[in-house]
C-alpha cells in the first residue's frame, strides 16, 4: 500500500517544521534574534534586508522559512477540507495544526516586538520561551496526528481508555514541561555560558547566580524522570494490549531516548557548543513525535480478531518496516 498524496504533504509539512524549530534554536544560539532589529514582519524596516550583517542572514532566514511552513499548514488545512468528508480526523488534525501555527507566530512576534532577544535576561523572556516551547511540541503533535491519521491511522478514542489513557496523558503532559525546561536551559546556557565543567556546576548551585542559572540543575533530572516513566508505561501498555505499531515505536522510542540521555550528558561536559544544542533540540522533537505515533497507535479503536490492525498497518507504511 502507498501513501496518498495528501499523506505525503503532510509528512513533507512536518519536516519542514522541525527544521524551522532547529533554525529557531540556532537563532537564539547565536544571539541574532535581534538581527532584524524590533521590526515584524519586516526586516531592518524592509521587506527584503539588502547588505545584511550575518545575524540579519540568519534571522532573515528563520523568518523566510517560517512564513513558508506557515503557508504549507494554510494548504494543508484547505486540501484536508476539500479532499475529506465532514467530521473526520484528518480536518480535525490539520484545524489544529492551523491553530497552533497561528500561535506560534504571535508568539515568535513577540519576542522580536518587545525585544526578548539577544542578550535579554528578563524573566518575562524565559516565561515566553517556556511557552514558545511548549506550543512548538503542540504544533509538531498536530502535524504529526494529521499525517498520521491521512497514511491510514485509526482516530484516537480517549473514552474507556482507563489507567493507561491517564498514564499516556501524563507523559505527555511530562514531555511539554521537558520541552520548556529544555527552552529555558538553552537560553541560560546561551546568555551564561560555563567557562568550564567546575564553573558551570559551582554556578548552579549558587544563591548568587541568575536565576536561569540556577533553572538549569533541573532539565536533566526531567529528563530522566519523564523518560524513564514513559519507557516503563509503554512497557506495560504493549504487555497488557499492545499492538505490532506499539511494541516498534515503544522500541524506538526507548532507543532514541538513551542516545539522548548520553547525547545531553555530552552537551553538559562539552559546556554546549551550538551545534550540540541543536541536535540536542533535534532529537527530543523525534522523541515527542514518535510519543504521539505510539499514544495514536496505542488509543485507536481496540483491535479484534475479525479486525485488521489498523494501526500496524498505518506503521508499516510509514516506518517502511514490520512490526515487532
Known amino acids: 500500500m502507498k501513501l496518498n498524496n495528501y499523506a505525503r504533504f503532510a509528512w513533507g509539512v512536518l519536516v519542514l517544521n522541525i527544521f524551522v524549530v532547529v533554525w529557531g534554536a540556532f537563532v537564539r544560539a547565536t544571539g541574532s534574534g535581534a538581527g532584524c532589529g524590533e521590526h515584524w514582519p519586516t526586516c531592518q524596516g524592509d521587506v527584503i534586508p539588502w547588505s545584511p550583517a550575518i545575524e540579519t542572514v540568519i534571522e532573515f532566514t528563520h523568518r523566510v522559512t517560517s512564513g513558508l511552513a506557515f503557508l504549507m499548514v494554510v494548504v494543508m488545512l484547505i486540501w484536508a477540507f476539500r479532499v475529506y468528508p465532514k467530521g473526520h480526523s484528518v480536518r480535525t488534525g490539520a484545524g489544529l495544526s492551523m491553530t497552533f501555527m497561528i500561535i506560534e ?129 509503554m512497557m506495560m501498555f504493549n504487555r497488557a494490549r499492545g499492538s505490532s505499531a506499539s511494541r516498534l515505536l515503544a522500541k524506538m522510542f526507548t532507543g532514541v531516548y538513551l542516545f539522548q540521555l548520553l547525547f545531553g550528558a555530552f552537551n553538559v561536559v562539552l559546556l554546549a557548543p551550538v551545534w550540540m544544542q541543536l541536535a540536542h533540540l533535534f532529537i527530543s522533537d523525534i522523541l515527542l513525535i514518535l510519543l504521539v505515533l505510539f499514544i495514536a497507535a496505542g488509543l485507536g479503536p481496540a483491535v479484534s480478531a475479525q479486525q485488521p490492525d489498523v494501526a500496524g498497518v498505518a506503521a508499516k507504511k510509514v516506518l517502511g518496516q514490520s512490526g515487532g
Not at 491511522?153 to 514541561?177: C, D, E, S, W, Y
Open 105 to 233: 507566530t504571535l508568539l515568535g512576534a513577540s519576542l522580536v516586538l518587545f525585544g526578548w532577544v539577544a542578550q535579554n535576561i528578563s524573566a518575562t523572556r524565559a516565561v515566553v520561551m517556556g511557552v514558545h516551547l511548549v506550543n512548538t511540541f503542540l504544533l509538531l503533535a498536530a502535524i504529526t496526528l494529521t499525517a498520521w491519521w491521512a497514511s491510514g491511522g485509526a482516530p484516537l478514542r480517549l473514552k474507556g481508555q482507563g489507567r493507561f489513557g491517564v498514564a499516556l496523558g501524563l507523559g505527555f503532559v511530562g514531555m511539554l514541561l521537558l520541552g520548556a525546561s529544555g527552552g529555558v536551559t538553552a537560553l541560560g546556557d546561551t546568555l551564561f555560558p560555563a567557562e568550564s565543567l567546575a564553573h558551570g556546576i559551582r554556578e548552579e548551585f549558587s544563591a548568587t547566580a541568575h536565576f536561569l542559572v540556577r533553572l538549569r540543575v533541573y532539565h536533566p533530572l526531567i529528563a530522566i524522570g519523564v523518560g524513564a516513566y514513559l519507557v516503563v508505561v
